[in-house]
Structures are given as C-alpha cells and as structure tokens.
C-alpha cells in the first residue's frame, strides 16, 4: 500500500503515517486508514472481523459531523501473487479478502485548526462556526446510555482509575504535589457537585458526543469539518457535553491561545442555551488535560518510540500534568511578567511554563517582530547586526506593539507574560510605568545561564527547524556588549531564574509568590 500503483487512482506518490493502532496512507486525494492487529485494555482489533466491525463503525460514526469526507469500508484481496485495492466489498471474494481500510477524503493539513492557532491565524469567527455546527451535533447526538456513563459514580471510576494508573509517573512526568492537589481537587469536585452531575444526566446533558475533539481534529476550510472521532470504546465517547467543550478548550489553552478558549466556553454557552457550563469547566479541563499527561507519559515508556520522540512525549506529559495542576488551584490575578535576558537564557521555556501554571497569555518579541514585518515564523532572517528588522527604529516599534498588546489584555482582567530580552533600561521603565497607572503588579524574571551553556543551545538552535529566533553566537556576542543590568530595577520585582537548574520546581515557587 505504500506503492502508488496499489491504489485505482493512481496519485503521484503515497505517504505512510502511523499511530500506535493503524497505518495512514496518504495517497493523492484518498487517504485510508488500516487497523492494526493490535490488542490492548482499552480496545480489541486482534482479528479481522472485530477490526472490519469498527471499520464500519468509524465510518458510521463519523459521517455525522464529516458526512463527504468518510466514504466508505474497502476491502484488500489477493489477486494473483500479489494485493488489490477494491472499491466496495461486494468486488471481492471473502475468501480473498485479507483486509479492509476506511477510505476518506483528504483534507487540506494547512486547514487544521491546530495549524491555524499555532500560526496565529485561527480567530474568534472559526470558533463561532465550530460552535454552530457542535451545538445542533451534540443536541442531536444519541442519549440511550448516558445513565450508564455519566452518573457521578461512573465519573469517579475514571477518575480514580486514572490516579491509579499514574501514580508511577510521579517523579518523572507529574510531581508529587501536583499529583495531590489534582487529586484532592477532582475528588473533592465530585463529592460537592454529585447532585449536579445527576442533574446533567436528567437534562439529556450527557451524550454519545465524539470523544477525542481537539483542535487537530479540526478542518477549517469553506465549511468546518470534525473528525476522527473515538469508534472503539463508547464510554470514552459518551460524555457530558460540557467534557467535550472543556477538552477542546484545554487544547487551545495548551497552544498559548486562551482568549479563543474563552471564546470557545462563551459562544457555547450562549448558544447551547447551558449556564452551567461555565461552573464544570474548570473541573473537565483539569481532567482532560490529566489524561493527556497520561497518554503522553505512556508514550514516553514506549521502547518502540524513538528516543527524540519519547523526550517529546515526557516533556508534553509534564505541560498536560501543569495544565491540570493549575486547573485545580484556579489562576491567580492579573500580573505582568516579564521574562527578559539575554539570547539562548531559555526564555521561550520560561514563559511556557509559566503560562501553563497561570493562565496568562504569552506575547513575544520574536513573534511580534516577524508578524509586523510579515515573515514566516519559521522563515530564518540573515540580517547584518542591528540592521532590517533589527534595526532600533524596527525595535522600538516592536516594544511598542508588544505594550499595546499587554495592556489591551490586562484592561480585560487576565494576565500576561512578556517574552522579550529588555537589554534596554528605556523599555524596562516604560513597562513599569504602564502597569503602574493600570494598577496591576509587574514582576522582572530574569533568565540566567553559564556562557558554556548559551553556546551549546545556539549551537543546536542552528541545526533546528522551524525556530522563530533568528539569534546566533555572534549576535549574543554583540548583544552581551551592549546590555545593560537589571541595576534600574527594585529588588522585590527583580526575580532571577537560572534555566540549567531544575525549573519546575523554581517556577511553581515564583507562580507561588506572585
């Protein structure tokens, strides 16, 4: 199947993806998608009728929020010494048939919602159009079983089962405070709002929803399209509506977009005619990013799994574990931090994971300045020191963009987190005297690292792709020249954070104090 001539339609080429449970091929305008013979706790596709039946399953389940993409069941025969594609099952002899692939439309990946907020280009109206076609799915969607999953006893199983199962990660991917307090917050949840969560199950709240609704599953094109929707278990489909928003919204919090989260809970509630939501989604955020930390944790103790990608997994499951964490203790108030210093202090890392344990949303010198200058994120510039878009004239101008930015989403209550270098005493001042006259505390986190250690990250910087700093060794070593220390800044605002220490634990002790 990873042949082009396989396939009747013959694309010009064909790319193979696979997850832990199917093979994807990518062929032209078609991609289909083969089960593997795989079996674990959670699902069954060790022969070929169970993996057929969820075939059709997928399919059927699908079509109700992507009906033109999911096209049907094919089959895969012998023919000859060799395999055939058919185009419907009736083609092929069973005795034949060796397998079946669901056969989809391909959707344009550049579309994909997650792609989309992660270039900065989703807004409020894609969110107000992926509502419009939830809300009527969802009040359409099956309720027969809902008393069986959505009852506050069935809620506890899953959520204890999930402490259960990742009590083991403690110490690698989740720390134990935050295991705890996640604990200790979702228990006691359930235990005060057992009532309400009887009552959504009365009100027909509870529905066989689709199960894994993220942003990845998202195409947004002419007309908004969700799909891959979970077809092998229904208890992780059938969910209280208010879990499917909050997975959703959890995931646009994890690509630093919290104001089309919030978008997200608004429109949903006003539409779906549900004033509750807002009351539970504190609680399934908190649970839906726990089990994305589980997942990834999973992944992390894969010995199949590359060992690049099993660092990728540990580091999201510890980004999941801090989405919950700070789901269960609520955001603090409204600050402004500025996490400033000098080039490779690992600065990007620091307002990460400051804005997963706060909230607050994360505006970047190094973002603002391409977007202003309309260049790719990704797109390396070559300019000469202090020269295009690095110029003091492009520079001032960025500062400014980013005040303007702080300030117009501190005046709507939240806070923010300001990633720039702030080598100059004239933006550390400016920066101070605005939060002043909003009346809001600004706190100076600066980022420290050995010389040894900055040369290492440009180094490895300068073999990545997809880096938004354009940074290299010989800017640090002009900018070191020129920067001037954070002597103009008091004491009790003037944090300092050395980034090859342990940050987790020096970055929940600052969120602490503010």
Known sequence: MAEPEF??????????????????FLAGEYVYKVKKPVRFSFLDYSTRERRLHFCREEVRLNRRLAPKVYLGVVPIYRSGE???????????DRTTVVEHAVKMRRLPEDRMLNRLVMDRIAGKEDIRALVNLLVPFHRSAATERASLYGTPEAIRRRITDNFAETRDFIGRTIREKMFNRIQEYSLGFLAERASLL???????????????LRTEHVCVGDEIVVFDCIEFDERLRYCDVASEVAFLAMDLDFLGEPELSECLAREYAETGDDELLSLLLPFYKSYRAYVRGKVESLKAQEQEVPEAG???????????????????????KAAMLIVCGMIATGKSTVA???SDLTGFRVISSDVVRKRLAQIPLSERVTERYRGGI??????????????????????????VIIDATFKKSEHRRVFMGRAADLGIPVFFLECQ???????????????????????????????????????????????????EADLPDSIERLVESF
């Open 310 to 332: 099993r660092e990728k997994a540990s580091a999201e499951a510890r980004r999941y574990f801090r989405l919950a964490y700070r789901y269960a203790r609520g955001a603090p």
């Open 449 to 499: 690292a050995r010389q040894e250690e900055l040369f290492r990250r440009l180094k490895q910087r300068e073999e990545e792709t997809g880096q938004i700093s354009d940074a290299d060794w010989q800017v640090y070593l002009r900018q070191r020249d020129e920067f001037k220390p954070f002597t103009d800044i008091p004491d009790q605002i003037h944090l300092t954070v050395n980034t």
């Open 352 to 354: 990460r994971m400051l």
């Open 82 to 92: 060799g395999f055939a594609l058919g185009e419907d099952t009736v083609l092929a």
């Open 7 to 24: 396939y009747p339609h013959g694309p010009a080429q064909v790319e193979l993806r696979q997850t832990h449970i199917s093979y994807v």
């Open 390 to 415: 690095y110029s003091d004239a492009f520079t001032q101008l960025t500062y400014h963009t980013l005040l303007e930015e702080a300030e117009t989403c501190l005046k709507t209550g939240r806070g």
């Open 198 to 212: 009887q009552d959504r199950v009365r009100d027909q709240k509870v529905r066989e929803g689709h199960g894994d």
